[in-house]
Nanobody, 125 residues
Framework: QVQLVESGGGLVQAGGSLRLSCAAS????????MGWFRQAPGKEREFVTA????????SYADSVKGRFTISRDNAKNTVYLQMNSLKPEDTAVYYC??????????????????WGQGTQVTVSS
């Protein structure tokens, strides 16, 4: 069992930066791939980025490539999402997730077994 708690969301102006954290409980954190998804009002949950258990592969949605960076610290049971050059269209609730996706299935929510409660990110224009 893994419990995930996101933090670091907030209100930021366009062009600004935020760093989200996702703290995991459980001793098996290092064996899970981790992903970030987001959901804007009236829209479906969409993939943002994911990282393998070892960091051996990383995947990004085209919409965030070059602006967002995912990283993990297995010693701290934490995964991070550094978000730079934020745009109003990045406004959403951001969720972290743990599972066993491959680099080819990382975009599929059903590949993740555990989800956090989400943290709101609002980017003003």
């Amino acid at each position: 069992q893994v419990q995930l708690v996101e933090s670091g969301g907030g209100l930021v102006q366009a062009g600004g930066s935020l760093r989200l954290s996702c703290a995991a409980s459980g001793r098996t954190f290092s064996s899970y791939g981790m992903g970030w998804f987001r959901q804007a009002p009236g829209k479906e949950r969409e993939f943002v980025t994911a990282i393998s258990w070892s960091g051996g592969w990383i995947s990004y949605a085209d919409s965030v490539k070059g602006r967002f960076t995912i990283s993990r610290d297995n010693a701290k049971n934490t995964v991070y999402l550094q978000m730079n050059s934020l745009k109003p269209e990045d406004t959403a609730v951001y969720y972290c997730a743990a599972g066993t996706p491959s680099r080819f299935t990382a975009t599929i929510p059903d590949r993740y077994d555990y989800w956090g409660q989400g943290t709101q990110v609002t980017v003003s224009s």
